[in-house]
């Protein structure tokens, strides 16, 4: 028989401060239920217009204004429709070739001139800066008719460049570079440039593989931006052959006179690409824009 060896009183917890010690982990637990629950509730807010758009891409037109997110009869014949339809296939070539190219010429002009305006001291630095950041208060709306008529003058209508020239550099894209680089420790600069390198070659091999992640989050904001354009290329093109996909479905649409289930189908197979590249880049998102505004 074991004897339990005496505890001091002092050790011993008292009823009275094990009744304050309960009660205090309560409210943490309260609140964190409640930031779930409230998290919950986003999440299905953000989901519903995509489950519903799906649900309504796999029902029959006399099923279109049923609210049930199952259809009582779900078919693939809406997908084969527009599948047969050879313009859709080149409306999202078209799509897809105009965010590739941009995103790749954001990618090289955008962190060039960050570069420049933050490892280079001139006069006038700031002020271009400035110059640059305050093009973003200006609306697109407002730049149309400008885009328009330079696109007339040297006949870029109804071409992928006249589509795409507008966004091959943006102020937002400078920024978020510069602010990365920020981050760079000038020593580098300065060893690389002893070592014999040349400026361009010291942007390329040292300073830009260590602001990968701005880079990916650029890449990702400036594909996403280019493949969901609608009104610039709306105004630009006229032949059907340039129509990227998102002007391409609003013409679907007419052309169906107004059948839901199958602009809700092309709508389901637009947006694929975008969901899969947000799936598997969004902690470079994330991590992109918190660092950019704690460096900021």
């Known amino acids: 028989m074991t004897i339990a060896p005496d505890v001091p009183d002092q050790a ?14 309560r409210p943490r637990n309260m609140g964190q239920i409640i930031r779930w ?10 989901v519903m217009p995509i489950a519903y758009m799906i649900s309504t891409s796999l029902k029959w037109p006399f099923e279109v204004y049923n609210v049930n997110l199952i259809p009582e009869e779900p078919t693939l014949d809406n997908y084969a429709y527009v599948l047969e339809d050879g313009r859709f296939y080149l409306w ?16 090289f002009f955008d962190s060039l001139i960050g570069y420049t305006l933050c490892k280079f001291r001139f006069p006038g630095r700031q002020l271009v800066f400035i110059a640059i950041l ?17 696109s007339q003058s040297f006949g870029w209508l109804d071409s992928y460049w006249g589509i795409m020239f507008p966004g091959l550099m943006t102020a937002f894209g400078t920024f978020l570079m510069k602010q990365f680089f920020e981050s760079v ?40 931006g ?5 009104l610039w290329p709306l ?33 389901a197979i637009s947006t694929i690409p975008t969901l899969v590249v947000f799936l598997i880049f969004q902690r470079f998102i994330i991590r992109g824009v918190v660092m950019a505004g704690l460096k900021g």
């Open 12 to 25: 011993r917890p008292t009823s009275d401060a094990l009744f304050r010690a309960g009660p205090s982990r």
């Open 235 to 267: 105004i630009v093109t006229n032949s059907t052959d340039m129509y990227t996909l998102p002007v391409g479905l609003s013409s679907f649409g007419d052309e169906a006179d107004v059948a839901w289930e199958l602009i809700m189908t092309g709508a």
């Open 134 to 150: 305050s093009t973003l208060m200006i609306p697109t709306e407002m730049l149309v008719i400008p885009w328009y008529l330079m």
């Open 226 to 230: 280019n493949w969901t354009a609608f």
């Open 92 to 107: 999202f070539w078209n799509s897809l070739l105009i965010a590739a190219i941009t995103t790749v010429s954001n990618l």
């Open 185 to 224: 420790p000038d020593d580098f600069i300065e060893a690389a440039r002893i070592d014999g390198l040349n400026e361009f070659q010291i942007w390329w091999t040292v300073a830009m593989p260590l602001v990968k992640p701005a880079l990916a989050a650029l890449a990702i904001f400036v594909f996403l």
């Open 37 to 46: 629950m409230l998290l919950f509730a986003g999440g299905i807010l953000m």
